[in-house]
Nanobody, 121 residues
Framework: QVRLVESGGGLMQPGGSLRLSCAAS????????MGWYRQAPGKQRELVAN???????NYADSVKGRFTISRDNAKNTVYLQMNSLKPEDTAVYFC???????????????WGQGTQVTVSS
């Protein structure tokens, strides 16, 4: 079994910063990519940022220059540093990992349970 556990969400004023963490654990052979998605009330889940095993990153236009994704391969952990937060960043943030487990079969995608980020004065 594979488990993704997020932490670091909360309430922050506009212009502030938060750092999200997501640790993957369980029967993991290799993690190809990890990322963050978010879902605001009444909206579809959207990609925020992702990073592959080589360190290549991809960001949504709405967060470029404000958010930074990073990864610690030794710890199977991905981080999202969020600066200059805006009210429109308010959402539930989900961690995502595309990985190969030790069990038979090809790589699969796993999700965390989500962490709430609220940006409000």
């Amino acid at each position: 079994q594979v488990r993704l556990v997020e932490s670091g969400g909360g309430l922050m004023q506009p212009g502030g910063s938060l750092r999200l963490s997501c640790a993957a654990s369980g029967s993991i052979f290799t993690i190809h990519a990890m990322g963050w998605y978010r879902q605001a009330p009444g909206k579809q889940r959207e990609l925020v940022a992702n990073i592959n095993s080589g360190g290549n990153t991809n960001y949504a236009d709405s967060v470029k220059g404000r958010f930074t994704i990073s990864r610690d391969n030794a710890k199977n952990t991905v981080y999202l540093q969020m600066n200059s937060l805006k009210p429109e960043d308010t959402a539930v943030y989900f961690c995502n990992a595309f990985l190969q487990g030790y069990s038979s079969g090809g790589p699969a995608t796993y999700w965390g349970q989500g962490t709430q980020v609220t940006v409000s004065s």
